[in-house]
């Protein structure tokens, strides 16, 4: 696997923390100067189960769309280089708590609102956001996400 190192660039991610049931929990976005793809990938969804954990949801689904992010929840010692082994550390310690993560695998088709809010975010500036709950503009994403699925 190989992951292409960029110059620093400001990379804006965002994940979607949904309950088991598939409901809208929290919503984060945000931009990170970051050198690697992989390096934001794994930000977000270390970051995505740290909000989950801390707001005391115990049960929660982590949808991605990186093939090798599912690989790595399916099968945790993948070597994703050196330079990534903080994030990956952080990750099999919030993984291994007294919790259920289910990680499943999703069309890039079904991501939409996760691309909406990091649009969001570059568009207004923000180093980092939460929403409590949906907004009226990322309804339309979410009824797209949910289509996707089935």
């Excluded at 969804?45 to 949808?63: K, P």
């Excluded at 599912?70 to 550390?89: E, V």
């Amino acid at each position: 696997m190989h992951y292409p190192t960029i110059s620093p660039l400001l990379l804006d991610s965002a994940l979607r923390i949904s309950n088991s049931f598939g409901n809208w929990v929290r919503g984060s976005a945000g931009s990170i100067m970051e050198t690697s793809i992989l390096r934001c990938e794994l930000f977000v969804v270390w970051r995505g189960l740290l909000l989950a954990w801390e707001n005391s949801h115990r049960e929660i689904i982590c949808e991605t769309d990186n093939i090798d992010l599912f690989r790595f929840a399916q099968w945790p010692y993948r070597d994703f280089g050196a330079n990534s082994m903080d994030l990956i550390t952080k990750i099999q310690d919030i993984l291994s708590r007294n919790w259920t993560v289910h990680v499943n695998f999703i069309q890039r088709s079904a991501n939409q609102v996760a691309d909406f809010m990091a649009k969001e975010a570059a568009v207004k500036r923000l180093p980092h956001a939460e929403w409590l709950q949906t907004w009226k503009s990322v309804l339309p994403c979410l009824a797209k996400d949910l289509i996707q699925l089935f």
